[in-house]
């Protein structure tokens, strides 16, 4: 059963249609990756599931729950996590007081210290100094903390080094299976397709493909094919 719902959203920027009629589900404990070439629209549709900008229409739930009338933060306490891009971190808390801040009840650092080691070891350094991978650590692992339903990932792997990545890909995987619905927008897509239950192909604003993450990882013809915008296989 799908924990998050997008049904036919069309999300504009300054008037234009950059996301048209988009439908995607995101079911609890399973990884769903969004692919397609840069422009496609991937990003702007995050943004419109976790509120950043508005939906033009459409119907967006979050565990039977309609939510796409909702500020951002509204959709945030109802379990909806959004990891961006740009890794913003608090640069002079530590990375401990970094953690600490985003915690829900229950929750505790040592979750995420236990997921990334790494991050144990640097403790008490500034999330300014982390990093890259570290800080792509630290803004994954502030999320967790806020016990959310579904996480949605874009892009975490920019500017990363590939074992880096990989990294990061085994762990989005491990907090699938505890149980959390991921949405993982993501630029290796052969890696992203390892760990994928779902996969998705956006093509100029529009849902060009949807099936299993598996069946599209052993079809490289039809991958290559949905990336170079053949909608017609």
Not at 152 to 175: N, Q
Request: with cysteine; aromatic share 4%; glycine share 12%.
């Amino acid at each position: 059963m799908s924990v998050l719902s997008i049904a036919d959203v069309w999300v504009e920027r300054s008037g234009l249609p950059i996301v048209r009629g988009a439908t995607v589900a995101v079911a609890s404990g399973a990884v769903t990756v969004l692919l397609g070439a840069n422009g496609a629209g991937k990003t702007t549709l995050l943004e419109g599931v976790s509120g950043a900008i508005p939906v033009a229409r459409g119907e967006i739930t979050l565990g039977g729950a309609r939510i796409e009338k909702l500020r951002a933060w509204r959709r945030a306490r109802a379990g909806l996590a959004h990891v961006e891009q740009n890794r913003t971190v608090f640069r002079d808390l530590s990375t401990e007081d970094n953690l600490r801040a985003a915690c829900g009840p229950g929750a505790s650092v040592d979750e995420v210290f236990d997921l990334f080691p790494e991050l144990r070891k640097q403790i008490s350094a500034p999330a300014g100094l982390l990093s890259g991978g570290e800080q792509q650590m630290l803004v994954v692992g502030r999320a967790l903390l806020g016990r959310p339903k579904v996480l949605l990932v874009d892009e975490m792997s920019l500017g990363l080094a590939p074992i880096v990545v990989e990294r990061l890909v085994r762990a989005v995987r491990l907090l699938a299976d505890s149980g959390v619905g991921v949405l993982l927008v993501e630029q290796f897509a052969t890696l992203a397709l390892g760990i994928a239950d779902r996969a998705y192909v956006m093509a100029r604003g529009e849902v060009v493909y949807a099936g299993d993450g598996r069946d599209l990882l052993a079809d490289e013809s039809l991958l290559r094919a949905l990336y170079l915008g053949d909608t017609r296989v």
